[in-house]
Each structure stands twice: as C-alpha cells, then as structure tokens.
C-alpha cells in the first residue's frame, strides 16, 4: 500500500512562497498525484495534479500562482504557491488521485 | 467546472439511526463520485467509489447509489464513531471538485 508525507514549513510570511514536498513510499509512475487543502473549519478546495512526465493542471482561481513540480528519481512531487496571504492558511493535503492520502500539514501565513 | 452540492449541511441523529447524504453535480458525471468520512484533525478517508463500490475495510452499513447528477450515501444503523463530515468529490473530469461537506452530529 503506498503512503505519502507532506514535508515543509508550517509558517510562512505574507507575500512570501509557500513550499511542499510530498514524498512517496512506492513508485510516483502512472497515476495523477495531487494538491488539495483545507482551511481551518472550511471545506475540501483540490488545488491541481502533476504525472510523473510533468503535466500538470491547476484550479483556475489560484492558477496565476501555483508551481507543481515532480522528482521521479526520489519519488517526491511538490508543490509551491507565491504571493501567499492568510486566506492561504490551511492544511494541505497531497493524495493520489482516487487515493490514498497524506496525513497533511498545516501551514499558517502569518508576520 | 462541475459543482457538487451536498445536502444537508448538518445533521443530527442517534445511535442506530439510518441516515442518507444527498449529492448533486451541475452535470452528468456518470458514475464518477466517490464519497469520504473525515474525523477532526485528520485526512479524509475513501468510503465509496464510482459512486456505489465499497472500499476495502469499510463496513457494509454504508452503501452508495446514483447515477448521472444525483446520488446518495446510506449508513443503516449509525455507531457513535461515524461522526464527522462527509464528502463527496466528483472524479469524471478535471478540476476535481468537492462538495461543501454534510456534518453528522451523534
């Protein structure tokens, strides 16, 4: 059964990038791997997906400032969004599309 | 962009209750919903998928049905550990979509 971790920062300031990793237990071949997060007490927002080629699709609301990149050698995909303001702030979430999940990280954006 | 709606946003109900969650796209999506269990704290967990297969270890008092824009999530007899909020999340296209959850109450 493959299983994901986020890695990363838990505070980042305002206006400055927010940075994940997700690293993969098995092979990150085939399959779409993907970003969702979560603000506090609100809803799912899936944010977009990256193959092991490097296609990618984001969520046309937040596409002006989101980077998903992959690392095939190391079994890691990423995640960076720029420009962050506190409506950042959540958990986020990486999961194979379909499943499973990561257990999720919450980064905060604050001074 | 599909939109998925959910209703109730909230529920309240007893041990031993059958409960059922409604879910509707804007659009056909087939069979392509999968519906998910969250916990406080933690990460959604895959109940159903293509809309009525259950996944592996999940109990079989939950049941999905429905087809096309609308569908359903049963428990049949609620246990004091199937509370939290409710998901369901089209899969038929891209961007994947969510609907704003259901929050059961015991």
């Known amino acids: 059964q493959v299983q994901l971790q986020e890695s990363g920062p838990g505070l980042v300031k305002p206006s400055e990038t927010l940075s994940l990793t997700c690293s993969v237990s098995g092979s990150i071949n085939y399959y779409y791997w993907t970003w969702i997060r979560q603000p506090p007490g609100k809803g799912l927002e899936w944010i977009g997906y990256i193959t092991d080629s490097g296609r990618t699709s984001y969520i046309s609301s937040l596409k002006s400032r989101v980077t998903m990149s992959v690392d095939t050698s190391k079994n890691q995909f990423s995640l960076k969004l720029n420009s962050v303001t506190a409506a950042d702030t959540a958990v986020y979430y990486c999961?194979?599309?379909?499943?499973?999940w990561g257990q999720g990280i919450l980064v905060t954006v604050s001074s | 962009d599909i939109q998925m709606t959910q209703s109730p946003s909230s529920l309240s109900a007893s041990v031993g209750d059958r409960v059922t969650f409604t879910c509707r796209a804007s659009?056909?999506?087939?069979?392509?919903l999968n519906w998910y269990h969250q916990k406080p704290g933690k990460a959604p967990k895959l109940l159903i998928f293509?809309?009525?297969s259950l996944q592996s270890g999940v109990p079989s008092r939950f049941s999905g049905s429905g087809s096309g824009t609308e569908f359903t999530l049963t428990i049949s007899s609620l246990l004091p550990e199937d509370f939290g909020t409710y998901y369901c999340q089209q899969n038929y296209n891209f961007p994947r979509s969510f609907g704003q959850g259901t929050k059961l109450e015991i």
């Open positions: 293509s809309a009525s």
């Open positions: 999961a194979r599309d379909g499943g499973p």
């Open positions: 659009q056909n999506i087939n069979i392509y």
